[in-house]
């Protein structure tokens, strides 16, 4: 009566989550385990319970009965399963590694990455999860987060469905009384990132290049008249070099006098910033005060 009474109490799906580890207990097999069940309390609702059963013998080894230890961990598994959403929103890669290097928990972007779920990597080695060579490529990281130093690199990586992926990581452990418990693993995707920065760079080699090439003098300078780009020819004119001039004041470097009189003109790149407007000067009656 017990037992009919029990199994109504257990929630549907967790009805065969045991019997099989139970059967094993009456074979004999062993004498002991423990599991996670959903219940339904009286009120309605579903608890979990953690179920540590034991098999008590007769004085001729036979099963005499059966003792359940049953403690409710509603509380533990709510806070869990919230970690564990929080975790599985969030567009990082997130894991905790023990000292052992066996992976404890970790969100679906591990999958997404390596090909796993959050459930199968538990208890697996990292070289397991993230492969042999990624492995090693981060040896000397590993080492150095288990010796309780916070790492911080990057790494090209390619994903379970061969994508190229640039990944920023940080490592970093987890200290309890001074010693070393584990660490926690994020990586970031800066792939889209580290492909602009790239572009970027090419296309700034690119106006650097051309800018070297042409024959006419090309200056540029921030919102504040700040020389920011000087070319060869501009280097020429006015006998500034390039490591001189950046950052200067545009009428510090191109010091402009009108022509016979010497007397000092605006300079027209001053007047275009004021007046946001272009602003075009004769050169015929411009020359350089030096």
């Known amino acids: 009566m017990f037992a009919l009474a029990s199994q109504e109490l257990i929630y549907p799906e967790d009805l065969k989550t045991d019997q099989h580890l139970l059967q094993e207990m009456l074979d004999g097999k062993i004498q002991q385990y423990e599991t996670q069940k959903r219940y339904w309390h009286k009120n309605g609702y579903v608890i979990w319970v953690q179920l540590d059963v034991s098999l008590i013998l007769d004085e001729t080894g036979q099963p005499h009965f059966i003792v359940w230890q049953i403690q409710d961990i509603s509380a533990q598994i709510r806070k869990s399963r919230d970690l564990q959403i929080v975790l599985n929103n969030t567009p990082a890669m997130i894991g905790y590694w023990d000292t052992d290097l066996q992976h404890r928990f970790g969100n679906f972007t591990y999958g997404e990455w390596f090909g796993f779920s959050p459930e199968q990597m538990k208890g697996l080695f990292i070289w397991e999860v993230i492969g042999e060579n990624l492995y090693q490529r981060n040896r000397e990281q590993i080492e150095g987060v288990l010796r309780g130093e916070e790492q911080f690199f990057e790494r090209e990586i390619t994903d ?131």
């Open 160 to 290: 379970i469905r061969g994508e190229r992926r640039q990944v920023q990581f940080s490592y970093v452990p987890d200290m309890e009384d001074g010693y070393i418990q584990g660490f926690v693993a994020l990586g970031i995707d800066i792939t889209a990132r580290h492909d602009a920065e790239k572009a970027l760079f090419k296309q700034k080699e690119l106006a650097r290049i051309t800018l070297e090439s042409i024959g006419d003098s090309v200056i540029a300078v921030d919102t504040e008249g700040r020389i920011t780009l000087f070319n060869p020819v501009a280097q020429r004119m006015t006998g500034w070099s390039l490591e001189k001039a950046l950052g200067k004041p545009i009428e510090e470097v191109m010091d402009l006098v009108e022509e016979g009189t010497f007397t000092p003109l605006p300079n027209p790149i001053r007047m275009a910033l004021s007046e946001r407007k272009t602003v075009g000067m004769s050169l015929i009656d411009l020359c350089l005060s030096w």
